[in-house]
Every structure is written in structure tokens, then in C-alpha cells.
Nanobody, 121 residues
Framework: QLKLVESGGGLVPPGGSLRLSCAGS????????IGWFRQAPGKEREWISC????????YNYNAAKGRFTVSRDNAKSTVYLQMNSLKPEDTALYSC??????????????WGQGTQVTVSS
């Protein structure tokens, strides 16, 4: 059974950066495409990005706007979300999810518990 755990969230001032991690355990992440999502209070969950098993990455432009970068290190069974030039509207609970195979359309069968990102001065 795949288990995902996010880390790296916190409080950061506008313009700052954070790197979130999504660590997998239980089974290898090699066979899973990993998606990043976020949900702000009172809003629907928003898809940010996906990195597939071949390290091909797709982004939701409206969410990432060229400021976010996703990468994966299969040796460490970890996927990263590097976030730069953060804005208050990026404040949300960030979660990663996994879908087996090379596609990024889901279904997202495995979810982490999320890590909170707060952008505020």
C-alpha cells in the first residue's frame, strides 16, 4: 500500500520561496504519476501540476504561472514542488496524490495529509 507524506510547508513572506516534498513509502513511486493540489479555505481543491513516471511535467498555468517547478527523485521516493515568488493568494493546504501509470488524469487513489502554506507579512 502506497503512503504519501507531505512536508516543507510553513509561513513565508510575500515574494519568498518554499520547497514542498511528497515522500512515498510502502511501495516504489517509480510506477506512479504524482500530482500536486491545493485547497484554500472556502474554495475548491485546485490541481497545480503533475509529473509522470517519465518525468514529464504539466502545469496548471493559472496556479503555477511559471513560479512553480516540480521534480522527482525516485531513488529517494520523493517528489518536490519548488514554489517561488509566493503571493498571499498561494495560501492553502497543499497535497500530493498518486495515480498508477504514466497518465496524469487520475484516478488519484492515494493522498497525503497535506502541508499548510501561509504567505503573509
Amino acid at each position: 500500500q502506497l503512503k504519501l507524506v507531505e512536508s516543507g510547508g510553513g509561513l513565508v513572506p510575500p515574494g519568498g520561496s518554499l520547497r514542498l516534498s511528497c515522500a512515498g513509502s510502502g511501495v516504489s513511486l517509480d510506477s506512479y504519476s504524482i500530482g500536486w493540489f491545493r485547497q484554500a479555505p472556502g474554495k475548491e481543491r485546485e490541481w497545480i501540476s503533475c509529473i509522470n513516471i517519465w518525468r514529464s511535467v504539466t502545469y496548471n498555468y493559472n496556479a503555477a504561472k511559471g513560479r512553480f517547478t516540480v521534480s522527482r527523485d525516485n531513488a529517494k521516493s520523493t517528489v518536490y514542488l519548488q514554489m517561488n515568488s509566493l503571493k498571499p493568494e498561494d495560501t492553502a493546504l497543499y497535497s500530493c496524490a498518486a495515480t498508477r501509470g504514466q497518465g496524469c488524469s487520475g484516478p488519484w487513489n492515494y493522498w497525503g495529509q497535506g502541508t499548510q502554506v501561509t504567505v503573509s507579512s
